[in-house]
């Protein structure tokens, strides 16, 4: 079935610093790809998505590219805030057949000042 | 232009009562999934729910779990006699349809029991 492998958290980084939260999937076909992110005592937002080899999400700073070679969607941010400090989840929607929604366990973001 | 909206948005109960939590999908949308998020743990799959079907409930606990969503009012999960292993957040989903990729989450219902 589809997977989701994120990297393990807590990441706890200074602000300023650069981020990388690794992502990879296995997947019948194509899945669209996502980042979620879950602030304190908030739900789920969409942070950004891709839905095809070798596209690009960005969104907030944030960006991530669809590496079908490498099964990837590794998030990043250039220079990370106090108000990044999130939970955040890769996902992955396969198409085929019906609908799945596939979470990665979820990585906590603490930004230090 | 409401979002999704569950409620409540707290919901306390003792051990062996029933818990009800609702979720409202937004306009338009016919598609609804339930993930459950224990402490410490990431998303986890319950069910995925379209008007007066449920087509997939491979992730809901074979006993007291129940969900529906019929064709007029909110989708519902129910979870009867409820353990202490049950408190979690539990959040709802919807989508405009199958492929569509538009999913919009709610803000959760926060079951705590006591």
């Known amino acids: 079935g589809d997977s989701v492998t994120q990297m393990e958290g807590p990441v706890t980084l200074s602000e300023e610093a650069f981020l990388t939260i690794n992502c990879t999937y296995t997947a019948t076909g194509y899945p669209s790809l996502f980042w979620y992110v879950q602030y304190p005592g908030e739900g789920l937002q969409l942070l950004l998505k891709a839905t095809k080899a070798d596209d690009k999400g960005s969104n907030k700073g944030f960006e991530a590219t669809y590496r079908k070679e490498t099964t990837s969607f590794h998030l990043e941010k250039g220079s990370v805030q106090v108000s990044d400090s999130a939970v955040y989840f890769c996902?992955?929607?396969?198409?085929?057949?019906?609908?799945?929604?596939?979470f990665g366990t979820g990585t906590r973001l603490t930004i230090i000042p | 232009n409401a979002g999704v909206m569950q409620n409540p948005r707290h919901l306390v109960r003792r051990r062996g009562q029933e818990a009800r939590l609702r979720c409202s999908p937004m306009?338009?949308?016919?598609?609804v999934y339930w993930y459950r998020q224990l402490p410490e743990e990431g998303l986890k799959f319950m069910v995925y729910?379209?008007?007066?079907?449920?087509?997939?409930e491979s992730g809901m606990p074979k006993e007291r779990f129940s969900a529906e969503f019929p064709k007029e009012g909110p989708s519902i999960l129910r979870i009867q006699q409820v353990v202490r292993g049950d408190s979690a957040a539990y959040f709802c989903?919807?989508?405009?349809?199958?492929?569509?990729?538009?999913?919009?989450f709610g803000s959760g219902t926060r079951l705590t029991v006591v």
């Open positions: 306009k338009g949308h016919s598609h």
């Open positions: 996902l992955s929607i396969s198409n085929f057949g019906n609908e799945k929604l596939t």
């Open positions: 729910l379209q008007k007066e079907n449920i087509i997939d």
């Open positions: 989903a919807s989508s405009p349809g199958a492929g569509a990729g538009g999913y919009t």
